[in-house]
């Protein structure tokens, strides 16, 4: 058989301090990409690209964010 002992759950942001910042650390890093994101890709449409309208920069940056979303759920 398994004698196995498990701790009890303790709630709290002191008591979970650790996981807490990890998560608002991970929160700030996503909104820093994807802050990136949505001012880099335009000026790279526009500049390489030669996009010039709105609606087509916003359907490139689109476009390039697709294959990503799949491959990110796969972990």
Same mark, same amino acid.
């Given at each position: 058989?398994?004698?196995?002992?498990?701790?009890?759950?303790?709630?709290?942001?002191?008591?979970?301090?650790?996981?807490?910042?990890?998560?608002?650390?991970?929160?700030? =890093?996503?909104?820093?990409?994807?802050?990136?994101?949505?001012?880099?890709? #335009?000026?790279?449409?526009?500049?390489? =690209?030669?996009?010039?309208?709105?609606?087509?920069?916003?359907? =490139?940056?689109?476009?390039?964010?697709? #294959?990503?979303? #799949?491959?990110?759920?796969?972990?």
């Amino acid at each position: 058989m398994n004698n196995t002992t498990t701790k009890p759950v303790v709630l709290g942001l002191r008591e979970n301090l650790a996981q807490f910042s990890l998560l608002i650390s991970i929160n700030a =890093f996503v909104g820093g990409m994807v802050g990136i994101e949505r001012i880099i890709l #335009p000026l790279l449409a526009e500049q390489d =690209f030669g996009l010039a309208s709105k609606s087509s920069i916003l359907s =490139f940056i689109s476009h390039l964010e697709t #294959p990503i979303r #799949p491959a990110s759920n796969l972990s």
